[in-house]
């Protein structure tokens, strides 16, 4: 599906949805700026072998945690 960024941003919900069924291609100015695909946790476990230096045991949760801490704000 072909959208532009100002229809996304305006119906961000329905496209969110969508994505499930198929790819969601995002224009601006007539060009493409962004792709949307529907994530697949598998995709983690299909990965393992081609990761580099990456641990037997990694899995999606581990990459999302490991991503935030590196965002987290000292107090």
Same mark, same amino acid.
């Given at each position: 599906? =072909?959208?532009?960024?100002?229809?996304?941003?305006?119906? =961000?919900?329905? +496209? =969110?949805?969508?994505?499930?069924?198929?790819? @969601? +291609? @995002? *224009?601006?100015?007539?060009? +493409?700026?962004?792709? &949307?695909?529907?994530?697949?946790?598998?995709i983690?476990?299909? =990965? @393992?072998?081609? &990761?580099? #230096?990456?641990p037997? #045991?990694? *899995?999606? %949760?581990?990459?999302?945690e %490991?991503?935030?801490?590196? +965002? %987290? @704000?000292?107090?």
């Amino acid at each position: 599906m =072909l959208v532009t960024a100002t229809d996304f941003k305006t119906n =961000l919900g329905k +496209y =969110l949805s969508l994505v499930n069924k198929e790819d @969601i +291609y @995002i *224009t601006k100015n007539g060009k +493409y700026i962004a792709k &949307l695909v529907h994530t697949d946790d598998d995709i983690v476990d299909s =990965l @393992i072998g081609v &990761l580099k #230096d990456a641990p037997a #045991d990694t *899995t999606a %949760e581990s990459i999302r945690e %490991e991503r935030l801490a590196r +965002y %987290e @704000i000292d107090d």
